[in-house]
């Protein structure tokens, strides 16, 4: 299995897909890794199955898929239909059953303010995701801190709209940025 930490230094923009268009642009585009933020489970598999056909690395995240709960039951039910590289989520439990069943994980955590960070720090200490999505991504003076406390790969998300806002997050620490902007796909 190809490791998130791997992929990220040699592709730093992820395409974010929303939809069957985006899906298609997506697949079609240089970029090595996908989050899947649409669908549902009972479209999930052929979102996926597309996805791998195109020779890109999937994430599915689980809070946004129509019918589906990120519990061991759900995330198995996962592994078994679409078998993506791994789950991204916003729920500390849903990291660690995923772990348990070997899906590599992308902790999402939304940066408002200091009790925020500090409960995203706490969150990504015991649950030991792959990786890290910081949202909103252009949040990039906070990704320099989070960065100082944590052990794992930071990815910039949300609200990234530009080239230089991807190069600004870089440049403060993120190792790479998700975007649903198909032109940034380009970089």
Same mark, same amino acid.
């Given at each position: 299995?190809?490791?998130?930490?791997? *992929?990220?230094?040699?592709?730093?923009?992820?395409?974010?897909?929303?939809?069957?268009?985006?899906?298609?642009?997506?697949?079609?585009?240089?970029? @090595?890794? *996908? =989050?899947?933020?649409?669908?549902? +489970?009972?479209?999930?598999?052929?979102?996926?199955?597309?996805?791998?056909?195109?020779? @890109?690395?999937?994430?599915?995240?689980?809070?946004?898929?129509?019918?589906?709960?990120?519990?061991?039951?759900?995330?198995?039910?996962?592994?078994?239909?679409?078998?993506?590289?791994?789950?991204?989520?916003?729920?500390?439990?849903?990291?660690?059953?995923?772990? #348990?069943?070997? =899906?590599?994980?992308?902790?999402? /955590? =939304?940066?408002?303010?200091?009790?925020?960070?500090?409960?995203? /720090?706490?969150?990504?200490?015991?649950?030991?995701?792959?990786?890290?999505? +910081?949202?909103?991504?252009?949040?990039?003076?906070?990704?320099? #801190?989070?960065? #100082?406390?944590?052990? *794992?790969? /930071?990815?910039?998300?949300?609200?990234? @709209?530009?080239?230089? #806002? /991807?190069?600004?997050?870089?440049?403060?620490?993120?190792?790479?940025?998700?975007?649903?902007?198909?032109?940034?796909?380009?970089?």
């Amino acid at each position: 299995m190809t490791s998130i930490s791997d *992929v990220l230094i040699e592709n730093p923009v992820i395409a974010a897909v929303r939809n069957d268009e985006e899906l298609e642009r997506a697949a079609k585009s240089p970029v @090595k890794i *996908v =989050f899947v933020v649409y669908g549902s +489970i009972l479209t999930l598999r052929d979102i996926c199955d597309r996805l791998h056909r195109a020779d @890109k690395l999937v994430f599915v995240h689980v809070d946004m898929i129509d019918g589906l709960r990120g519990d061991t039951a759900g995330l198995e039910y996962i592994r078994r239909t679409a078998a993506p590289a791994g789950v991204v989520t916003t729920r500390a439990s849903t990291v660690r059953s995923a772990k #348990q069943l070997r =899906f590599q994980t992308i902790l999402r /955590v =939304f940066l408002l303010d200091s009790l925020s960070l500090e409960t995203g /720090v706490k969150n990504v200490l015991e649950t030991k995701p792959d990786a890290v999505e +910081i949202m909103p991504g252009i949040a990039c003076r906070l990704i320099g #801190q989070m960065e #100082q406390k944590i052990s *794992v790969p /930071v990815i910039a998300g949300g609200l990234i @709209k530009t080239k230089d #806002q /991807v190069i600004e997050c870089l440049s403060d620490g993120a190792v790479a940025i998700s975007t649903s902007n198909g032109e940034l796909w380009e970089m």
